[in-house]
């Protein structure tokens, strides 16, 4: 058999080099990680920036996933198998934390939720199956973007909407803030989307370890954030939002 294209093999660790940082990296950085020289690093990254699976940022110069590579993912895992995977750890949380559950996709800026476990209580509540929920404002939609930094930065370059008084709307802030959701590896909103309810949310990784998926509770903000119930409820998420990416690797 024949052995690697070298091309490739430099290429895709290029690639690895990105993700593994969680955001953006420099020329320099990249040539330092992968082990080679500048002027290479330069010309495999120009290839990459042509065919969509980079994009850089036009301030820095540095260089992130790009579209054209997310959208590989988003179609080699379809949201019909990401809810049939993740739906029997869906109904667990809704069980154990006595909140709605929500799992969403990226949709463009948005989020859309592709599967949806009602509170278990008799209060009325609405099927959100299909509702796109604002990526900013919701804490599903700060995972997706923490986990897909060429769809933070796309959104951060447009008018962000206030839908309460307490929507970050400072594109600045909101990025501060996702470099904090990448780091702890969950995220969550208070009074952000709509006044009196709250979330917590986690990231649900492809067999790639792409983020494919954002796993997350709602409910009121009194409920989700006492000093007691905030750390048990996030520790449920996370658990559960793992457990679903367990499942996608196997």
């Not at 593994?20 to 495999?44: D, I, R, Y």
């Not at 920036?49 to 992130?64: H, I, K, M, S, W």
């Not at 054209?68 to 993740?86: K, M, P, Q, T, V």
């Not at 067999?207 to 048990?232: K, N, W």
Request: glycine fraction near 12%.
């Amino acid at each position: 058999m024949p052995g690697t294209v070298q091309s490739i093999e430099r290429a895709a660790t290029l690639l690895h080099a990105i993700v593994e940082s969680g955001g953006q990296m420099g020329v320099t950085e990249l040539a330092a990680a992968v082990g080679l020289p500048k002027t290479t690093t330069h010309g495999l990254l120009r290839t990459l920036l042509a065919v969509g699976f980079v994009e850089q940022d036009p301030r820095t110069g540095r260089y992130a996933l790009g579209a054209g590579l997310l959208g590989l993912g988003s179609h080699y895992l379809d949201a019909n198998e990401l809810r049939s995977r993740a739906s029997n750890w869906a109904d667990s949380l809704a069980g154990r934390s006595g909140c709605a559950v929500r799992l969403g996709t990226p949709a463009g800026p948005q989020v859309v939720v592709v599967h949806h476990v009602f509170r278990p209580d008799d209060s009325p509540q609405e099927l959100e199956v299909g509702a796109l929920l604002p990526a900013h404002a919701t804490a599903v939609g700060k995972v997706l973007l923490a986990g897909r930094p060429a769809m933070a930065r796309a959104l951060a370059d447009a008018p962000l909407e206030a839908l309460t008084g307490r929507t970050v709307v400072d594109p600045a802030v909101l990025l501060t803030q996702l470099q904090a959701v990448r780091a702890r590896g969950w995220a969550d909103q208070r009074d952000e989307y709509r006044l009196g309810t709250g979330g917590i949310a986690a990231p649900v990784y492809g067999p790639g370890g792409q983020v494919v998926g954002a796993l997350g509770i709602s409910g009121p903000v009194e409920q989700l954030f006492t000093d007691t119930a905030r750390p048990a409820l996030r520790a449920m998420v996370v658990e559960a939002a793992a457990a679903v990416s367990r499942e996608l690797a196997s």
